[in-house]
């Protein structure tokens, strides 16, 4: 009887009978706001992929070259709410936001995201999961240089990261543990970073890392993972 309930524990666990998560790097998107900045930035005529029952949308905003103290009050898709994930906020308001919405309707869509003061630029960064819990596994920040933590993930799961940059030049960025997806400038010296990866087996306490060629003293490093259904 134990080996029967062992295999009952593997099956619901994202073993054998559970179809893995697929996931999909559908928007790499940069706003040099510049001006007086705004409070609400808006992302619009953004893919998203495939419209079916399951999709998750999962979207990393960041933002830089703000005011101090700021963070974000909400994001919406499509004018639906989205749920906030995990945020960063490092100095200079170097902000990384990741937020998920079960969106069933639409494949290009616009994107908004609201802060508590103005900002100047903002990247977005959008995932379309499939066959994923709505329900995040594990998250986790990090302002440091590298930035790096560690990050639960069950069997047949998928991460997601995203990183900002403000140093003495515009930095690029290096994974390890996750591929990356985009790797550009937002505005001035302020740069971005999205990675992800699918996982087959289950991973307790897997490091993320990312390392930046210009760190500077403001940044920030947003982590999220997801499980299959």
Same mark, same amino acid.
């Given at each position: 009887m134990a080996?029967? *309930? /062992? +295999?009952l524990t593997g099956f619901f666990a994202g073993g054998v009978g559970v179809t893995p998560v697929s996931i999909s790097n559908t928007v790499n998107n940069y706003r040099d706001i510049g001006g007086s900045g705004e409070t609400t930035v808006t992302h619009s005529s953004m893919s998203v /992929? +495939?419209?079916t029952s399951d999709r998750l949308i999962v979207a990393a905003f960041c933002i830089s070259g703000g005011q101090a103290n700021s963070s974000s009050s909400g994001a919406t898709v499509d004018g639906n709410a989205m749920t906030k994930i995990v945020e960063t906020v490092g100095g200079d308001a170097n902000i990384t936001s990741i937020y998920s919405y079960n969106l069933t309707s639409g494949t290009s869509v616009a994107f908004t995201v609201s802060y508590s003061l103005a900002v100047y630029g903002s990247s977005l960064n959008v995932w379309a999961l499939y066959d994923a819990n709505h329900t995040m596994t594990d998250s986790f920040s990090s302002t440091a240089e590298p930035g790096t933590g560690t990050l639960d993930i069950e069997a /047949?799961?998928?991460a997601v990261a995203v990183a900002v940059t403000s140093g003495v030049d515009v930095s690029t960025h290096a994974w390890t543990g996750l591929t990356e997806d985009a790797d550009a400038q937002?505005?001035?010296?302020i740069s971005s970073s999205a990675a992800s990866k699918t996982f087959a087996s289950e991973e307790t306490d897997y490091t993320v890392t990312v390392a930046r060629? *210009?760190?500077g003293s403001d940044r920030s490093m947003s982590v999220a993972s997801f499980g299959p259904a």
């Open positions: 080996n029967f *309930y /062992g +295999s /992929g +495939s419209a /047949g799961g998928a937002i505005r001035g010296l060629t *210009y760190p």
